[in-house]
């Protein structure tokens, strides 16, 4: 066990959390987390990761101001991909592209794309686990029963309607730090 998966297994314990890990983590996937309620999610999220998976990185999708000195030297090589959020990108295709050219990639995407309520979701993560034949893992944290895990795997349909209604439906049931920020 490397020291960093100990730390943060320490870590984890410590804070009086538990994770439910009930499935396997492909090499290729899109991680969708939520409820995003608060900047303690990426926290939360990336302990829980290193301290249960721990084999690498999960790339995410930040702000491009957290790329501005110092965090620049944290947030790339975290795996931290800059979303300019004032311009239409053709970030979809860049990241498809991405999945297509590695052995292994997994992408975390909160779909609310703020930590304020707002029930009209981004849509880039389904899109990207669509166009790239990835599977979405529903990544939750539950600050009410401190709980954080991943018990199922979504395969995208034809349906992208029903889908989104599905993924939606499934995040009712957890509590995010602020739940009056999380929308459906």
Same mark, same amino acid.
């Given at each position: ?75 790339? /090589?975290?795996?931290?991909? /800059? ?35 707002? /029930? ?14 990835? /599977? ?49």
């Amino acid at each position: 066990m490397s020291a960093l998966k100990k730390i943060c297994k320490f870590i984890f314990d410590r804070i009086g959390w538990k994770a439910q890990l009930s499935v396997a983590i492909p090499p290729k996937c899109v991680f969708v987390v939520a409820p995003h309620t608060s900047n303690w999610d990426f926290i939360m999220g990336e302990i829980m990761y290193q301290a249960f998976e721990g084999d690498g990185k999960v790339n995410f999708l930040i702000k491009k101001e957290w790329f501005n000195f110092p965090f620049n030297y944290i947030m790339g /090589p975290m795996g931290g991909v /800059p979303v300019n959020r004032g311009h239409s990108t053709s970030l979809v295709t860049q990241l498809v592209n991405e999945f297509q050219k590695r052995d292994k990639m997994r992408l975390a995407i909160t779909p609310e794309g703020t930590r304020k309520a707002n /029930p009209k979701w981004k849509m880039g993560f389904y899109h990207i686990a669509k166009s790239a034949n990835v /599977p979405i893992l529903l990544v939750y944290l539950d600050y009410e029963k401190k709980v954080a895990g991943i018990d199922e795997i979504f395969i995208p349909t034809d349906d992208e309607a029903a889908d989104i209604q599905y993924i939606k439906q499934y995040y009712t049931q957890f509590k995010g730090k602020h739940p009056e920020s999380f929308a459906i």
